[in-house]
């Protein structure tokens, strides 16, 4: 693997970063305090075209390959996590499977929108009562002539509120498991989908993430993604190389917290002198760097095992797995660095802190990743 990149994809990371330092960080801190990214994001984002990253120019796109878009999602992480989760889900999730699985007419119905910033998609897969095992989620859809009746509610949904299309997963059928699970691409306008805005949470305060209640929606057959009964192998596709996506962001994360940690520590005086020439600080900011450097190395191997069309899925896992708790451990070590001041949200540190942590956990915990790689390498299923 070459690691010199190439002067498309220099030139896409660096006009990630320039719009990173234009758009998103002068407004971050308010944001977060708000509880809502401006909306006018995303039309931003369509604009320079980063929503359409690898996907066919000819659906409105902007081509590129997965190490470009890795670029792109680390700059977002790096500036806020919440603008990276617009793009990892309605690009990575919704658009990507749509371009992979869609019909003829349903490319064309979503793609071009989805990827100018003119429409926004949502994954709904998660439920109240069924998060890493989503294999036997509850909502149903049940066909009806020409049409499927659909009811059921998803939790958690990133860019629920906001989305215009609904990669919504339900049972279809009687089969048990995951072999009765199909997907479809609901509008987000049906009658009968209500969406709840859910407040308070610890990070990623500014995305928009939702409860979606489906209530006798229903929707042409011609909604349906992939063949009916294929919505679980649809979902773990979409996701192996969503967290690719995820650990691209935890890069950002962790490099944020180093930029911070660095800044910080030449500005601070202790005892005389600045922070940055006392060992156990430049310990902490050493610390940091490593998995950096690490969590980036895992997460460009994924990129080019796709782009090369190698299997991935394991290395997805392992990606995400390190970067998302390195991810962690870095705003942490950060977060020391500053003392006390790190508490307050004037800084960064806090932030990163709070939107790291659920890196562990959502498109599958830390667990459930040492899962995965555990039956790749023993070859026995834990399921």
């Known amino acids: 693997m070459n690691l010199e990149l190439s002067e498309e994809q220099e030139a896409a990371r660096q006009l990630a970063e320039d719009f990173v330092a234009r758009e998103i960080t002068p407004h ?19 604009d320079l075209g980063f929503l359409g990253l690898t996907v066919p120019e000819e659906y409105g796109g902007s081509g590129g390959d997965h190490l470009a878009y890795c670029l792109v999602t680390e700059e977002l992480g790096r500036g806020d996590s919440s603008v990276r989760g617009i793009v990892s889900v309605s690009l990575g999730l919704v658009a990507k499977t749509i371009a992979s699985w869609g019909s003829e007419e349903q490319k064309r119905q979503w793609l071009p929108g989805l990827t100018a910033g003119e429409a926004v998609g949502c994954f709904g897969l998660t439920e109240p009562g069924t998060g890493s095992d989503a294999g036997n989620l509850t909502t149903k859809a049940v066909r009806d002539g020409d049409h499927y009746v659909i009811n059921g509610s998803k939790m958690f949904i990133t860019n629920g509120t906001w989305a215009d299309v609904v990669l919504l997963f339900a049972r279809t059928g009687d089969a048990p498991g995951h072999r009765g699970v199909s997907a479809f691409l609901v509008p987000a306008d049906s009658p009968g989908l209500t969406r709840r805005t859910i407040h308070g949470k610890l990070g990623l305060r500014g995305q928009a993430t939702a409860e979606l209640v489906l209530e006798d929606v229903r929707v042409p057959a011609a909604t349906l993604l992939g063949p009916e009964g294929k919505g679980f192998s649809i979902a773990m596709s979409a996701l192996a190389k969503g967290r690719m996506s995820v650990a691209a962001g935890c890069v950002g994360i962790a490099q944020a917290a180093l930029d911070a940690a660095v800044r910080y520590a030449g500005e601070r005086e202790q005892f005389g002198k600045s922070i940055a020439s006392y060992q156990l600080v430049q310990e902490l900011i050493s610390d940091i760097s490593v998995d950096v450097d690490a969590a980036r190395m895992l997460t460009w191997r994924v990129a080019d095992l796709v782009d090369r069309g190698k299997d991935f899925a394991t290395a997805a896992s392992t990606a995400k797995l390190f970067a998302s708790e390195a991810a962690v451990r870095a705003a942490n070590n950060a ?10 949200d004037e800084y960064p540190v806090g932030k990163l802190v709070r939107d790291a942590r659920v890196m562990t956990l959502y498109e599958g915990t830390s667990q459930i990743q040492k899962l995965i790689i555990g039956r790749a390498l023993t070859g026995v299923s834990a399921f």
């Open 335 to 344: 977060l020391q660095v500053f003392g006390g001041y790190g508490y307050i």
């Open 28 to 46: 971050a801190v308010a944001w977060d305090r708000a509880e809502s990214v401006d909306k006018s994001i995303v039309k931003k984002l369509g």
